[in-house]
């Protein structure tokens, strides 16, 4: 209308909605997607009136514990969820919707890694994970290509046209949100470092309290990976934290207190149960302690999780950025990809590490074909290997709840 005042965000909105068309190979998966999911949707729907019409021998899941029955009627939602998504992701490349087609790989990227947590609780590591891993890595790697802001960025570094931008990029602030939504932008270049950066420092803050407080004077390892300094459950709690939180970082500080404190207590849980639930593992017990909730989170350590996300939130992310953007401008997404190679292997070889701890205990292992990666493991990561790396960690493969 004449005399409309359009902002620029409203203009930058506008500008990610417009169709932009995908290349041939893109749009071939968009197709592929579609095709496949509707077969699954479909098979699903059929399966489900075969349920409702008694056709469908039950007897196998007789002996099988309530928990594993929960766990594989999750996965069989997720999956269906999925489908779903893939369809309304293929229907998005072909229309050339950039930023809803980021948008919905983003939140298909959290299905994926949900179902796979499924997968990895029923039948440890192996074969019915390749899809989904497969499936998460091209989900990254759209998301990052159609990621409007990430886009801008790519051309920024080819033509240099945008001189704001250039300027931002040399003051190393690039990464924060400068619709003022939000503190940082939410995409996975930034996520990725607050990952490994939270990795480290929540495993030196960890061993500090463990020489202090729990045995003075005394190390031991607390790291959760194979290799490296790097304890996981505090770079994925910083995630959740600094997604949770980006839009009320500047909020009262009792708010983003107790808003990390439930986080951090919750995903402790969880961390605690799946461990036990997938591998027979205890890696902490509470039990006993003040408001101890299952021996797997307790009071005191959530308030732990409120104040370092309180003092993650408005001190350390600030610095955390300006210290990520002194990487070179040129190697900015090359560093990025090839540390990011290097922490999926190593967590993937740390889960099936893991993996083969827990058939050893149980008893379970295939010693007359054994996998590549099976071997490999018994190789180099033995018992005694496994016990010493992870000094904090038990076993006692009657805890989990495996289906196989």
């Keep these: 209308m004449p005399g409309e005042v359009v902002t620029l965000d409203e203009r930058e909105s506008q500008a990610d909605d417009k169709p932009e068309r995908y290349p041939f190979l893109i749009r071939v998966y968009g197709v592929l997607s579609i095709v496949g999911s509707l077969i699954q949707v479909n098979l699903a729907i059929l399966v489900a009136l075969a349920f409702v019409r008694g056709e469908i021998d039950l007897s196998p899941l007789d002996g099988i514990t309530a928990t594993t029955l929960v766990i594989g009627v999750v996965a069989l939602i997720l999956s269906l969820v999925v489908a779903i998504m893939f ?31 499924c997968v990895v609780l029923l039948y440890g590591l192996g074969e019915r994970l390749v899809p989904t891993l497969v499936n998460i890595v091209i989900l990254i790697v759209l998301q990052t290509y159609s990621d409007p802001a990430l886009r801008d960025e790519r051309r920024l570094q080819r033509k240099l046209q945008q001189l704001e931008r250039k300027a931002e990029a040399e003051d190393g602030t690039l990464g924060r949100d400068l619709t003022g939504k939000g503190y940082i932008t939410l995409n996975f270049f930034n996520i990725f470092w607050v990952f490994v950066i939270c990795c480290v420092l929540g495993l030196l803050v960890e061993i500090a309290y463990h020489m202090i407080v729990v045995e003075p004077g005394v190390y031991q390892d607390r790291a959760g990976l194979l290799y490296g300094p790097f304890s996981p459950i505090y770079g994925v709690g910083a995630v959740l934290m600094t997604i949770a939180l980006n839009r009320f970082h500047d909020r009262n500080p009792l708010v983003v207190f107790l808003v990390s404190a439930v986080i951090g207590g919750a995903f402790e849980f969880f961390v605690s149960w799946f461990m036990e639930t997938a591998f027979g593992i205890t890696a902490w017990d509470y039990t006993g302690t003040f408001l101890s909730i299952g021996g797997r989170t307790n009071g005191m350590f959530m308030c732990m999780w409120g104040f370092l996300g309180l003092l993650w939130i408005k001190f350390v992310l600030p610095v955390m950025l300006k210290v990520v953007n002194k990487i070179p401008w040129n190697w900015r997404y090359g560093v990025t990809a090839v540390c ?29 074909n054994p996998s590549a990666i099976v071997e490999f493991c018994n190789d180099n990561y033995g018992d005694d290997f496994m016990a010493n790396r992870f000094q904090s960690m038990t076993i006692d493969a009657d805890r989990a709840a495996r289906a196989d």
């Design 340 to 368: 990011a190679t290097l922490m999926f292997v190593d967590a993937g070889l740390t889960l099936a590490a893991l993996d083969c701890w827990y058939q050893r205990e149980a008893g379970a292992m295939n010693a007359e």
């Design 87 to 117: 369809i309304v992701l293929g229907v998005r490349l072909l229309l050339g919707k950039r930023h809803r087609a980021a948008t919905i790989a983003n939140a298909m990227i959290a299905v994926e890694v949900a179902f796979g947590l």
